[in-house]
């Protein structure tokens, strides 16, 4: 199924059926009785995240923190079956279950199976990383976990009921320390804040044959995302300025390869990029790649240039070079990582991703197009350059009050 169609199916479904298990949840709630402390060491964890590749690896701080605080439990993470492969190289999960969203009745077949797994699992908290997506409301309070965590806005209210215990959802923070107000409201005392991949998984075999496919060696290509899902085509740049970028790259940088990536089912936009001119110094190899060669391709590269999409966030995991491109989303919540060149408009009408199932612009996004091609010049000129290098600009946010986590909603 396409986006598009998941949100309709997600508003005018799935919203009638989390009304109803809220009602039920309150009732239960009342003569249940039941304690929601998080006094007890939990046995079971479930983390869910359904949508979002570049999520998911913003959620593996999370992740590790559970891991570390909570040795001897048990962490299973629930996601779609595209992001699956992702997990041989996200270290602390000990079970990943996953759900088929290609087709309606695979997603309901897939869904019952689930539920059925969770039940056996029994997990004492559930963890909902999804904001907007009531099928994940639905799937949580049918988990039947004892404690249900999860993210309150002021247009979902009808939720409070479902989840045990609520977080406001902070659009200033960044995503992995919203992330990780969870396990501060847990009462986790040692917290992890850096992202990470495993790249040990990549054996030598593996990184050679991504080589061969590209047709080069470590640190002597840059890698270009030109890419963005679904959720917002407008995070893109545009075309001809990706094109007109990679001639200029191939005339003041002719050491370095041009590597394009993509997914299958991106293959047909970056080939169009790729055969509007003869480039000398140039591969795509979109839909070529392995979910490891991805990742090893990255993580060999000189520098990565990238839209605000997944292949941004392993970037930002391995602390390659990396020159950012953001629009409709914002740098503050998703970028300032280390070793990254941020490059951003701050246009009245962004940050949209989030707020619009239709962004304001329709399609004409000015937050990217006032990008310049001299402005990622400069930028890559800089990452290139021998000893420059680019520190992390963390916001300073306080996200405690000494021991009690700031920004919890009260259940009512």
């Given at each position: 199924m396409k986006l598009q169609s998941k949100i309709v199916i997600d508003r005018f479904v799935g919203l009638p059926v989390v009304y109803g298990l809220n009602v039920m949840a309150r009732f239960l709630g009342i003569m249940l009785r039941l304690n929601h402390s998080f006094k007890k060491t939990p046995e079971t964890i479930a983390i869910c995240k359904f949508v979002g590749l570049g999520s998911i690896i913003q959620a593996t701080p999370l992740i590790q923190t559970l891991r570390i605080n909570y040795p001897q439990a048990r962490i299973l993470f629930i996601?779609?079956?595209?992001?699956?492969?992702?997990?041989?190289?996200?270290?602390?999960?000990?079970?990943?279950?996953?759900?088929?969203?290609?087709?309606?009745s695979s997603l309901v077949v897939s869904t019952s199976k689930l539920l059925f797994r969770l039940w056996k699992?029994?997990?004492?908290?559930?963890?909902?990383?999804?904001?907007?997506?009531?099928?994940?409301?639905?799937?949580?309070?049918?988990?039947?976990?004892?404690?249900?965590?999860?993210?309150?806005k002021n247009d979902k209210t009808y939720r409070k009921g479902i989840y045990t215990h609520m977080l406001f959802f902070n659009i200033k923070s960044?995503?992995?320390?919203?992330?990780?107000?969870?396990?501060?409201?847990?009462?986790?005392?040692?917290?992890?804040?850096?992202?990470?991949?495993?790249?040990?998984?990549?054996?030598?075999?593996?990184?050679?044959?991504?080589?061969?496919?590209?047709?080069?060696?470590?640190?002597?290509?840059?890698?270009?995302?030109?890419?963005?899902?679904?959720?917002?085509l407008e995070r893109r740049w545009p075309t001809h300025y990706f094109i007109s970028l990679i001639e200029e790259i191939n005339k003041e940088f002719p050491n370095y390869k041009v590597i394009l990536i993509g997914s299958k089912d991106e293959s047909a936009y970056v080939s169009e990029i790729a055969s509007k001119k003869q480039f000398a110094n140039c591969t795509d190899s979109s839909g070529k790649l392995t979910i490891s060669e991805l990742i090893a391709?990255?993580?060999?590269?000189?520098?990565?240039?990238?839209?605000?999409?997944?292949?941004?966030?392993?970037?930002?995991?391995?602390?390659?070079?990396?020159?950012?491109?953001?629009?409709?989303?914002?740098?503050?919540?998703?970028?300032?990582?280390?070793?990254?060149?941020?490059?951003?408009?701050?246009?009245?009408?962004?940050?949209?991703?989030?707020?619009?199932?239709?962004?304001?612009?329709?399609?004409?996004?000015?937050?990217?197009?006032?990008?310049?091609?001299?402005?990622?010049?400069?930028?890559?000129?800089?990452?290139?350059?021998?000893?420059?290098?680019?520190?992390?600009?963390?916001?300073?946010?306080?996200?405690?009050?000494?021991?009690?986590?700031?920004?919890?909603?009260?259940?009512?």
């Open positions: 996601t779609t079956d595209s992001n699956k492969t992702l997990f041989r190289h996200i270290k602390g999960v000990n079970e990943v279950l996953t759900i088929s969203d290609k087709k309606f699992q029994k997990p004492d908290i559930y963890i909902d990383l999804e904001i907007y997506s009531n099928y994940s409301s639905i799937i949580a309070t049918m988990s039947a976990s004892r404690n249900r965590i999860g993210f309150f960044p995503i992995s320390q919203v992330y990780l107000q969870f396990a501060r409201l847990m009462g986790c005392k040692y917290i992890v804040d850096t992202l990470s991949i495993d790249t040990e998984i990549n054996v030598p075999d593996t990184i050679q044959n991504m080589f061969k496919k590209v047709g080069s060696s470590a640190g002597h290509y840059i890698v270009i995302n030109p890419n963005a899902s679904d959720l917002r391709l990255i993580d060999n590269a000189a520098l990565m240039i990238t839209n605000d999409t997944g292949p941004m966030h392993i970037a930002f995991a391995l602390k390659t070079k990396t020159v950012a491109l953001f629009g409709p989303c914002s740098p503050q919540q998703y970028g300032g990582a280390e070793k990254t060149i941020t490059l951003y408009k701050n246009v009245y009408c962004s940050p949209c991703v989030h707020e619009f199932m239709v962004p304001p612009c329709k399609g004409d996004n000015q937050c990217m197009k006032k990008i310049t091609i001299e402005e990622v010049l400069n930028s890559i000129r800089q990452q290139l350059s021998s000893g420059i290098h680019v520190t992390e600009n963390k916001t300073n946010i306080d996200y405690t009050n000494g021991s009690i986590p700031l920004g919890v909603v009260v259940r009512q």
